[in-house]
């Protein structure tokens, strides 16, 4: 079974209604990035970007998985699969995926600020001023923020490294270290691109796109790796 890789980015989820900080309408026009997803943002207002996540985990609740995510999940009764994404919400995981590696974190998820290994998962649920963790400092938000190491990128790297074919979706290939990935990916790897934009690929690397949104382009390379792999449904 070959060995899919997948990294996922912002446009993944936007058919779902997630709103994303680079697009037209979307969250940076209405926070600065310092005031809501560094560490000197949680120092300065703390309660600040409590709200914010807050936010962000309502709205959370009220999507769901569009036709892209089931159309990977459905993948993995033909590929070995393994999802890579930049995204904090879990509509992979509600569309069924299995192997799923959040780089950024995950929205329902909480952490301790004293002891980084202590998660808790809450679903839905706001984090408030006061909410301690089991040590007794205050519960933060399971993000990766700006500035901060991006703990999981060697995991990623290892799963790059074993693809046979690696694909890029909705991802502009701007936030680094993710944006790198594609580097690892074996020199005999296919390489596939899904957005509807412009973006900026290795110039020393084959990469076959596909200018569509995440759905409809996901439906598309499946429909061509059958082809190529001779796989009947």
């Known amino acids: 079974m070959k060995r899919l890789v997948i990294l996922t980015g912002a446009g993944m989820s936007s058919e779902s209604g997630i709103r994303t900080f680079r697009d037209s309408g979307g969250l940076w026009e209405e926070f600065d990035v310092e ?6 943002a949680w ?18 609740a009220e999507c769901k998985p569009n036709d892209g ?14 999802i890579i994404t930049q995204n904090i919400d879990d509509l992979h995981e509600r569309a069924g995926s299995t192997n799923i590696l959040h780089l950024h974190g995950e929205l329902t998820k909480a952490r301790s600020t ?3 290994s202590l998660l808790y998962n809450i679903r839905y649920k706001d984090i408030n001023p006061g909410d301690k963790c089991e040590k007794g400092s205050q519960l933060r938000p399971h993000i990766v923020w700006f500035g901060e190491e991006v703990p999981m990128m060697d995991d990623a790297v ?3 490294a ?13 936030v680094y270290p993710a944006a790198g ?17 412009a973006v900026a690929v290795p110039v020393n690397r084959n990469v076959e796109v596909i200018k569509e949104k995440a759905s409809k382009g996901i439906a598309i390379l499946t429909e061509l790796m059958f082809k190529q792999y001779g796989i009947t449904k």
Do not use: C
Request: charged share 25%; hydrophobic share 40%; aromatic share 10%.
């Open 158 to 160: 290892n799963i790059t």
């Open 69 to 82: 995510h089931i159309g990977l999940a459905k993948l993995e009764k033909y590929f070995d699969v393994r």
């Open 43 to 60: 120092a300065k207002n703390r309660d600040l970007v409590l709200r914010f996540y807050n936010e962000r985990r309502r709205q959370l």
């Open 162 to 174: 074993e693809a046979d074919i690696f694909v890029v979706i909705g991802s502009s290939l701007n």
């Open 114 to 116: 004293s002891d980084p």
């Open 181 to 197: 990935l594609i580097n690892y990916a074996p020199k005999k790897a296919s390489l596939w691109l899904i957005d509807p934009m």
């Open 35 to 40: 005031e809501v997803a560094t560490p000197q």
